[in-house]
């Protein structure tokens, strides 16, 4: 696999408190051209220098309103500054500009981009991550990597969708 320049990034927590709460896992789609990956950290696993690691052949990474979520929350956790070390796009504020207004999970349905596991949204993950955490239930955390790999894997069809809409509107004003 040559160079990958391109990663989607989206984290899992326990919460929404960057000073109580904890990061359960770091799903990273890094992508080139056709070539792409997934990498997850997962519990232990999500330290420094694991993430320094996965990320060392990005240089431009793509978030829905991470600037403001994830990479504070990363920050604050990890005490890495994602924003001063790689160029970043929150695909977020691209939305507002094309009027699609909403958390992630209501602008993939208005853009029709399909979601295996319906019905699991943020609260979801925290309680999957603590059934799996407190109860060893396996399948919990399955699910749970399920549904960050479909956040990441999305992020990178809605930065698709979002060129081409803003395409369209380009091509309307010419």
């Given at each position: 696999?040559?160079?990958?320049?391109d990663?989607?990034?989206?984290?899992?927590?326990?919460?929404?408190?960057?000073?109580?709460?904890?990061?359960?896992?770091?799903?990273?789609?890094?992508?080139?051209?056709?070539?792409?990956?997934?990498?997850?950290?997962?519990?232990?696993?999500?330290?420094?220098?694991?993430?320094?690691k996965?990320?060392?052949?990005?240089?431009?990474?793509?978030?829905?309103?991470?600037?403001?979520?994830?990479?504070?929350?990363?920050?604050?956790?990890?005490?890495?500054?994602?924003?001063?070390?790689?160029?970043?796009?929150?695909?977020?504020?691209?939305?507002?500009r094309?009027?699609?207004?909403?958390?992630?999970?209501?602008?993939e349905?208005?853009?029709?981009?399909?979601?295996?596991?319906?019905?699991?949204?943020?609260?979801?993950?925290?309680?999957?991550?603590?059934?799996?955490?407190?109860?060893g239930?396996?399948?919990a955390?399955?699910?749970?990597?399920?549904?960050?790999?479909?956040?990441?894997?999305?992020?990178?069809?809605?930065?698709?969708?979002?060129?081409?809409?803003?395409?369209?509107?380009?091509d309307?004003?010419?």
């Open positions: 696999m040559e160079q990958l320049t990663a989607y990034l989206d984290i899992e927590t326990t919460g929404l408190s960057r000073l109580y709460d904890d990061i359960t896992v770091i799903g990273i789609y890094p992508c080139n051209g056709k070539d792409s990956k997934l990498i997850q950290l997962v519990g232990e696993q999500v330290t420094r220098d694991n993430l320094i996965a990320l060392e052949t990005v240089s431009t990474i793509y978030t829905y309103n991470g600037s403001r979520f994830d990479f504070p929350f990363i920050d604050a956790s990890l005490g890495i500054n994602l924003e001063a070390k790689f160029h970043n796009h929150d695909l977020m504020y691209d939305c507002w094309s009027n699609l207004y909403g958390g992630f999970k209501s602008v349905r208005q853009l029709g981009i399909p979601r295996q596991l319906q019905g699991i949204g943020g609260l979801g993950a925290v309680l999957l991550w603590w059934e799996y955490r407190n109860g239930d396996q399948n955390l399955d699910l749970l990597l399920q549904y960050n790999k479909e956040d990441v894997v999305n992020l990178k069809a809605l930065r698709e969708k979002l060129i081409n809409l803003l395409e369209a509107h380009s309307r004003d010419t």
